[in-house]
T-cell receptor, first 115, second 115 residues
Framework: EPEVTQTPSHQVTQMGQEVILRCVPI?????FYWYRQILGQKVEFLVS????????KSEIFDDQFSVERPDGSNFTLKIRSTKLEDSAMYFC?????????????FGPGTRLTVL | AQSVTQLGSHVSVSEGALVLLRCNYS??????LFWYVQYPNQGLQLLLK??????LVKGINGFEAEFKKSETSFHLTKPSAHMSDAAEYFC?????????????FGGGTRVLVKP
């Protein structure tokens, strides 16, 4: 069964460093998302991406964040200069089609630890 | 803006007992509603969803949920808990008026099943 994959599973970085989190969505899916979950808190929406551009972004997704689909398969989240408060689990998700009723398929997540 | 409230961050049930997880939403229009489950070290997996068809929705693993518009609720139930149901459960909403719209999650309920 097709699945969303994410690498790495765990990333440790120093404050101020750039990180790139990678996701491979399911191949025929059209909408892609990043969410994050700070330990003990809600899963929060960061950004959605469709047709090679950002469709919607949250207040969290400031100038330090960017997303890219560099080829036909990868979908990346870059944090330019990490802060301690960026430590969280980051989930990638994708849906087939464009309807909001469609199931979002989630990857296993990347745990980012900023020291 | 949409919001989701899950009453009870932790629920403990005995094996074989009823599982009841509460979810209430706030939305200006009837939303699409989802329940996701997260097992340890895994991504979120869809249990079931409501998309304005039948108000009683059956999902995987014996779970079901009932949409009650008058109560703005979408509580999740399972008649008989199994040890394998130990996980964290998230209720989420999506705006049907927007293509590919984001999910807004509740805070999650962690279920512990006692033998």
């Amino acid at each position: 069964e097709p699945e969303v994959t994410q690498t790495p599973s765990h990333q440790v970085t120093q404050m101020g460093q750039e990180v790139i989190l990678r996701c491979v969505p399911i191949s025929n899916h059209l909408y892609f998302y990043w969410y994050r979950q700070i330990l003990g808190q809600k899963v929060e929406f960061l950004v959605s991406f469709y047709n090679n551009e950002i469709s919607e972004k949250s207040e969290i997704f400031d100038d330090q964040f960017s997303v890219e689909r560099p080829d036909g398969s990868n979908f990346t989240l870059k944090i330019r200069s990490t802060k301690l408060e960026d430590s969280a689990m980051y989930f990638c998700a994708s849906i087939t089609g464009t309807s909001s009723m469609n199931e979002q398929f989630f990857g296993p997540g990347t745990r980012l630890t900023v020291l | 803006a949409q919001s989701v409230t899950q009453l009870g961050s932790h629920v403990s049930v005995s094996e074989g007992a009823l599982v009841l997880l509460r979810c209430n939403y706030s939305s200006s229009v009837p939303p699409y509603l989802f329940w996701y489950v997260q097992y340890p070290n895994q991504g979120l997996q869809l249990l079931l969803k409501y998309t304005s068809a039948a108000t009683l929705v059956k999902g995987i693993n014996g779970f079901e949920a009932e949409f009650k518009k008058s109560e703005t609720s979408f509580h999740l139930t399972k008649p008989s808990a199994h040890m394998s149901d130990a996980a964290e459960y998230f209720c989420a909403v999506s705006d049907p008026g927007a293509a590919g719209n984001k999910l807004t999650f509740g805070g999650g309920t962690r279920v512990l099943v006692k033998p």
